[in-house]
């Protein structure tokens, strides 16, 4: 029938259907769960707006009328929030897919199993704190890839690895670094790798190893493959 209220129906233009309506008409202006190929759940001004459905399978879906992939399948982000005003956002935007933390508007951050276990990438059983594994066929693959997106301006810039060790929270210095450096200004077609060592809080470079192939050991500039300065060997 037609006015305000909660309309059961059955072979209508909701099928087996709960619709609540809050105006004259047919439309659901409010709110309908159907019983037609699983269970839908809508909402609507003057129409019938699908939301979620639990398919005859079980699987269920948000945004989407067909959740065949899992059990649940959102069609849009998904964002979690905490009482802390923490946001964990996943998204995708046709060609990948993200994973971002906000706290308070900012970006925050994001721990993987914080409480112990180790984590995999492209592995299922990870055997250390973090294991990427690279299904190629060639005998070198690429499993990690460190970038400085700011570089190509100056001689010497590039990306590092850090080697620390946290005594406390006042005291988490880093003792010992790996790092890149662009051996040209203005391109990073020409690599050096440098190695550091800290003395007291004060990293210093040890050893260098030029585009070259020229090895330094207490210089930065070794002219020969091999050159040690200030020291004996």
């Keep these: 029938g037609d006015g305000n209220g909660i309309f059961f129906r059955d072979g209508f233009t909701y099928n087996a259907s709960i619709t609540v309506e809050d105006h004259n008409g047919s439309s659901?202006?409010?709110?309908?769960?159907?019983?037609?190929?699983?269970?839908?759940?809508?909402?609507?001004?003057n129409g019938k707006n699908e939301r979620m459905?639990?398919?005859?399978n079980g699987n269920v879906g948000i945004g989407t009328t067909s959740p065949t992939s899992a059990k649940l399948v959102?069609?849009?982000?998904?964002?979690?929030?905490s009482s802390t005003n923490t946001l964990l956002r996943s998204s995708h935007n046709g060609s990948y897919g993200s994973l971002q933390t906000f706290t308070s508007g900012a970006y925050g951050i994001l721990a993987l199993n914080p409480g112990g276990?180790?984590?995999?990438?492209?592995?299922?059983?990870?055997?250390?704190?973090?294991?990427?594994?690279?299904?190629?066929?060639?005998?070198?693959?690429?499993?990690?890839?460190?970038?400085?997106?700011?570089?190509?301006?100056n001689a010497g810039s590039g990306a590092s690895?850090?080697?620390?060790?946290?005594?406390?929270?006042?005291?988490n210095?880093?003792?010992?670094k790996i790092r890149s450096a662009q051996g040209i200004a203005g391109t990073s077609g020409y690599g050096?790798?440098?190695f550091s060592t800290s003395q007291v809080g004060t990293m210093s470079d040890q050893m260098?190893?030029?585009?070259?192939?020229n090895v330094g050991i207490g210089t930065t500039g070794p002219n020969d493959k091999l050159e040690v300065s200030a020291g004996n060997i």
């Design 74 to 81: 959102v069609a849009g982000d998904i964002d979690v929030w």
């Design 117 to 153: 276990g180790n984590v995999g990438i492209g592995n299922t059983s990870p055997r250390d704190k973090l294991t990427v594994f690279t299904a190629g066929t060639a005998e070198e693959e690429i499993a990690l890839r460190l970038v400085n997106p700011v570089g190509f301006t």
């Design 28 to 45: 659901a202006d409010g709110i309908c769960i159907s019983g037609y190929d699983g269970v839908s759940f809508s909402t609507g001004t």
């Design 161 to 171: 690895i850090i080697f620390a060790q946290d005594r406390s929270v006042g005291e």
């Design 173 to 176: 210095y880093a003792m010992a």
């Design 192 to 194: 050096s790798l440098v």
């Design 208 to 213: 260098i190893i030029l585009p070259s192939g």
């Design 53 to 56: 459905r639990i398919a005859t």
